[in-house]
């Protein structure tokens, strides 16, 4: 009996020191799970930290430094050896590019700005067209020693006659026209040749010319694509050397002339019996001005 009873004790005590045994276990895995689970999210966590910071990289090396080669003479638009002598006093008196003493001068009892519109065109042909330079002032000298020119009371503008027979002598071959009956043929007339002179009238058409009765305008290099021109207008700074449509030049022709306009149609170096060379008077020069080689100009600066 006795004996029974110890071996149920024994086997009560074996089974809660079992049962100790087994709830250590288990505890020591639940902490264990834990720590695994703690350790897991904030390894978690932190990849998310990283993954919301804005990612950086290291500056990339700077490309070694070369010099950008500095050309002595940038190119020139094909216009800038273009010349466009002005005439008028107000643009002398403001100091505009091309204006020059002649714009106050006083020739045969007239102002030059009055009736110098066509010397100023021949100066400017001549001196764009030559391997020389002269002045409007040269060009007024010269038709009036080879021609009949006379202003007449300083009032009246060179005619066309006279135009084509002082630029024979400067080695030139021009050649006058009547308005052509289209614009099309005007266009072709216009087309490759060294330069013109048109006679235009707001009377005509006042689209880009106002209050002006009869003036000459040099064009210059049409350009088809565009079907533009540039002009050298003498009478108005504002105008002078700019692209405008043909279209305005054709329609402004004046009618009430027995020529509308001339032709530049070639230069011959051995006919050219001047060859005169230098601007000698004071005036305005553009930024982009540069003498010519054959040029024996005084340089003088302009007047202050």
């Known amino acids: 009996m006795r004996r029974m009873i110890a071996i149920s004790i024994f086997s009560i005590l074996a089974l809660v ?18 720590q695994m689970t703690e350790k897991t999210s904030s390894l978690q966590s932190e990849t998310q930290k990283e993954a919301l910071q804005p990612q ?40 505009a590019p091309w204006s020059g003493i002649w714009c106050e001068s006083e020739l045969d009892g007239g102002l030059f700005s009055v ?32 021609t009949d020119y006379a202003p ?24 006058l026209r009547e308005k052509d009956k289209t614009y099309e043929a005007f266009q072709k007339a216009v087309t490759d ?19 002006t009765p009869g003036h000459y305008v040099n064009i210059w290099h049409y350009n088809p694509e ?26 402004a022709l004046a009618s009430d002339s027995a020529w509308q306009y001339m032709l530049i149609t070639s230069y011959e170096e051995d006919k050219n019996t001047w ?19 054959e040029s024996k100009s005084l340089l003088m600066p302009a007047q202050e």
């Not at 020191?17 to 834990?34: N, V």
């Not at 400017?124 to 020693?145: F, G, H, V």
């Not at 330069?195 to 010319?209: C, K, P, R």
């Open 152 to 175: 007449g009371d300083g009032a009246g503008a060179i005619d066309w006659p006279y135009m084509v027979d002082a630029l024979q002598k400067t080695g030139f071959t021009a050649q």
């Open 17 to 34: 020191i079992g049962s100790f045994i087994i709830l250590y276990r288990y505890r020591e895995k639940a902490i264990q799970s834990q």
């Open 193 to 211: 040749i060294p330069g013109a002179i048109v006679l235009i009238s707001s009377e005509e058409d006042d689209t880009y010319w106002q209050d």
């Open 115 to 146: 009736f110098g519109c066509g010397l100023c065109d021949l100066a400017s042909i001549y001196s764009t067209l030559s391997p020389y330079e002269c002045s409007p002032l040269d060009m007024y000298a010269l038709a009036r020693k080879v």
């Open 56 to 95: 950086t990289q290291p500056p990339a090396p700077a490309p070694p430094q070369t010099e950008t080669p500095q050309t002595e003479d940038p190119a020139l638009h094909a216009e800038d050896s273009i010349y466009s002598f002005l005439q008028g006093p107000v643009a002398w008196e403001s100091k």
């Open 226 to 251: 565009t079907d533009q021109v540039f002009i050298g207008d003498s009478g108005n700074p504002k105008h002078n050397r700019q692209w405008i449509p043909l279209r305005y030049i054709y329609d």
């Open 275 to 293: 060859k005169y060379s230098g601007i000698h008077e004071k005036w305005t020069r553009p930024a982009y001005y540069k003498a010519k080689p």
